[in-house]
């Protein structure tokens, strides 16, 4: 185990760590995993580095190879707190959050996997994911949608969904549309559905993508709504947030332009989560926006793409769950008082990184 109490140990460590990255290269394979400074997985043992931006970004001082970073350092494993009972009721309601969202994630691969070999959405599937996640946010809504700060890396495509489906719905309890929790959270959970169809190296690209595969991108919410048309899938709602959770309320989105008063509150709600999860989740073509800069660069760039007045609720919603709840360097959320240490500051606000450019992929 990894220790980084003492200033020895500490600098060991940092030895070792330079390295072992100094042996990394181009067409290399990890020999141990890769976790940025917030317990993020990054790249699993054996994967092949890609490319130069990759590379690039295995060898900023931020990412551990080995075992994560203990962020929360000796200070805060030594203080003898009494937690009061609210506490350790949340702490609990986390941990089982934690569980039924990782039930969540492999349902989801689950159904991907399925409309890759069958061209049809189990329904059935959905609709008990869904249902399951809903009855958790009624039950403690703060443990649920605290988890949408897990991220992985090797995943992406199916924690995404769960994270914008969490999200969506919380927001949507949030300005009391609760009775519109399933069919948010269905939108939500198969937004990205129709990416199937999408050639998976055009995903994973590192470079900006051309404009032909752009437009061969910007068809997946079309794709994704006719599969679940010809799946048996009929609810208008949630149909609507699958096929619109690209539009812009500038007519600058796709797949169709529509104005925004063609795009309908519970799209708008999917597209917000939609946008802050993937600006804020390592992608192959550019690093993970802190949580502060990716609500920032929403209210003040894309003031004209979406819904203010949800802006202004989500931002609101997301800040009380950052000052609530953090990750811990193992991976964990847990209740505000273990996340921050002495200085007030938190692991779950991400990882230092260049300011990352916007892609159509998200």
């Not at 609210?86 to 409309?115: G, H, M, N, T």
Request: with cysteine.
């Amino acid at each position: 185990m990894v220790s980084w109490e003492g200033t020895e140990n500490s600098n060991s460590h940092s030895e070792v760590q330079e390295q072992q990255k100094q042996t990394l290269r181009v067409g290399a394979r990890l020999t141990a995993d890769a976790y940025a400074q917030n317990g993020v997985l990054l790249l699993r043992a054996g994967k092949v580095i890609e490319n130069a931006r990759q590379l690039s970004r295995l060898l900023l001082s931020d990412i551990c190879l080995g075992e994560p970073p203990n962020v929360m350092g000796a200070r805060a494993r030594d203080r003898r707190l009494t937690y009061s009972a609210p506490y350790l009721e949340l702490e609990r309601q986390i941990q089982r959050a934690s569980a039924r969202k990782a039930e969540a994630v492999e349902r989801i691969e689950w159904v991907f996997d399925k409309v890759k070999t069958t061209g049809t959405v189990d329904i059935t599937s959905v609709h008990k994911t869904v249902s399951d996640l809903v009855g958790a946010l009624e039950g403690s809504p703060l443990a649920v949608a605290s988890l949408i700060q897990l991220k992985d890396a090797d995943s992406y495509t199916f924690t995404h969904s769960v994270n914008v489906a969490i999200m969506a719905m919380y927001l949507a309890l949030q300005i009391r549309c609760g009775q519109d929790l399933e069919r948010v959270g269905t939108g939500g959970l198969m937004h990205d559905v129709g990416k199937i169809r999408v050639p998976a190296p055009l995903l994973r690209k590192p470079s900006p993508l051309t404009a032909s595969e752009c437009l061969l991108m910007r068809r997946h919410p079309s794709d994704g709504s006719r599969i679940l048309l010809e799946s048996g899938f009929a609810d208008p709602m949630a149909l609507s947030c699958v096929i619109d959770h690209h539009e812009r309320l500038s007519r600058r989105g796709y797949p169709c332009a529509k104005p925004g008063s063609a795009v309908g509150l519970h799209a708008r709600i999917v597209a917000l989560a939609d946008v802050f999860d993937a600006l804020t989740t390592d992608r192959p073509y550019r690093a993970a926006f802190k949580v502060e800069e990716a609500l920032s660069l929403m209210e003040t760039e894309m003031t004209e793409d979406l819904d203010p007045w949800l802006m202004q609720c989500f931002a609101a919603a997301v800040t009380y769950l950052g000052d609530q709840t953090g990750v811990t360097s193992d991976g964990k959320v847990v209740p505000l008082e273990t996340a921050f240490g002495g200085d007030g500051t938190s692991s779950a606000l991400g990882m230092p990184n260049p300011a990352p450019s916007l892609d159509c992929r998200g």
